[in-house]
């Protein structure tokens, strides 16, 4: 499964992002997407993660300010981030498990990570 990942960018404290993130593979079955984020010195933690039936899950820290959403006809995953801090500041890197239909086999893939910087 290949992630392509778009929409971040420069952004005063305060302000929104809307990151995108699209699976592309054939004969894969996508199930759980996320996103994750990567600070510089910090390891890679969870942000939001959705099931294909839209159930989410959110880290404590983005709670009230983070939306992720995802339309199943596109494959593709989105986080709408809203009241942004500087602390949101790192590598964002979208996530899907998924599974091969002909083997069964199931496949984690990592998109290629867009840089969020909120300025202060």
């Known amino acids: 499964v290949q992630l392509q990942a778009s929409g971040g960018g420069l952004v005063q404290s305060g302000g929104s992002l809307r990151l995108s993130c699209a699976a592309s593979?054939?004969?894969?079955?996508?199930?759980?997407m996320g996103w994750y984020r990567q600070a510089p010195g910090n390891q890679r933690e969870l942000v939001a993660r959705?099931?294909?039936?839209?159930?989410?899950n959110y880290a404590d820290f983005v709670k009230g300010r983070f939306t992720i959403s995802r339309d199943n006809a596109k494959n593709t995953v989105y986080l709408q981030m809203s009241s942004l801090k500087p602390e949101d500041t790192a590598v964002y890197y979208c996530?899907?498990?998924?599974?091969?239909?002909?083997?069964?086999?199931?496949?984690?893939?990592w998109g290629q990570g867009t840089q969020v910087t909120v300025s202060s």
């Open positions: 959705i099931t294909r039936e839209s159930i989410t």
């Open positions: 593979g054939r004969r894969v079955h996508i199930n759980n």
């Open positions: 996530n899907a498990d998924a599974v091969a239909l002909d083997t069964a086999r199931l496949l984690t893939s």
